[in-house]
């Protein structure tokens, strides 16, 4: 049984610290999902991306032919719920920083899809989540380690994984507009458009 205590707020607030889906089946991912953090049904199931905004996630992976246990697995940068769905800390995501460095190095996927706003800066550094999918674009979808986060930083000294985000799959997200005037579930469809065609060249 996963235990950890490094965080007194969130061991406060969770009811059960939610895992990443992945096992020793599904090592060697095609895809890994990174959200933020467990909302309140994740918390109360102890899986991950099943709420509301989970299930138009896997709507939309769905559609481009992309299944979870199969195609992907899902992991979060904490593995707790944060009170009142916040955003987790520096602190909280410095601590949860060597369990998702282990998922990443246990299921090796071949490109990462980030969710939201927090996970994309979570490895690519501060500022505007648009700015940072057009940065990932025009790089192929590779990270600039310098702005990675240091606790996952070996993982990709040695590998090129490819890199996509998206904004967060909430109806609150889902239907702003993104900088260009577009909704940003439009951007979204693109990054995974984009995405599968990479594994439909494999």
């Keep these: 049984m996963f235990a950890c205590y490094r965080c007194p707020a969130l061991c406060a607030s969770r009811k059960q610290i939610v895992l990443p889906d992945v096992s020793d089946a599904m090592l060697h991912l095609p895809l890994l999902v990174i959200g933020e953090a467990p909302g309140a049904d994740e918390d109360v199931q ?3 991306f099943v709420g509301r905004a989970g299930r138009t996630l896997h709507r939309l992976l769905e559609s481009f032919g992309l299944v979870r246990w199969y195609q992907y697995g899902c ?8 009170e009142g769905n ?9 601590n949860c920083g060597d369990f998702l460095l282990e998922t990443l190095e ?3 996927p071949e490109a990462i899809l980030l969710v939201g706003g927090t996970a994309t800066s979570v490895f690519c ?4 989540l648009h700015t940072h ?5 025009r790089g192929d979808h590779q990270l600039n380690l310098d702005l990675c986060h240091p606790r ?8 090129a994984v490819r890199v996509f985000a998206i904004p967060h799959t909430s109806p609150l997200s889902w239907n702003r507009n993104a900088p260009d ?3 940003w579930s439009e951007w979204a469809k693109e990054e995974v458009r984009v995405l599968s065609a990479v594994f439909a060249k494999r």
Excluded: H, M, Y
């Excluded at 550094?125 to 505007?128: I, R, V």
């Excluded at 999918?133 to 674009?137: E, K, N, P, S």
């Design 46 to 48: 102890g899986r991950g």
């Design 75 to 82: 992991a979060n940068i904490v593995r707790c719920r944060p």
């Design 86 to 94: 916040r955003r987790p800390t520096a602190e909280e995501i410095w």
């Design 106 to 108: 246990r299921s090796e």
């Design 125 to 128: 550094g501060s500022g505007p």
């Design 133 to 137: 999918i057009v940065d990932l674009r």
């Design 152 to 159: 996952l930083k070996p993982f990709f000294e040695q590998r």
């Design 181 to 183: 005037g577009r909704k």
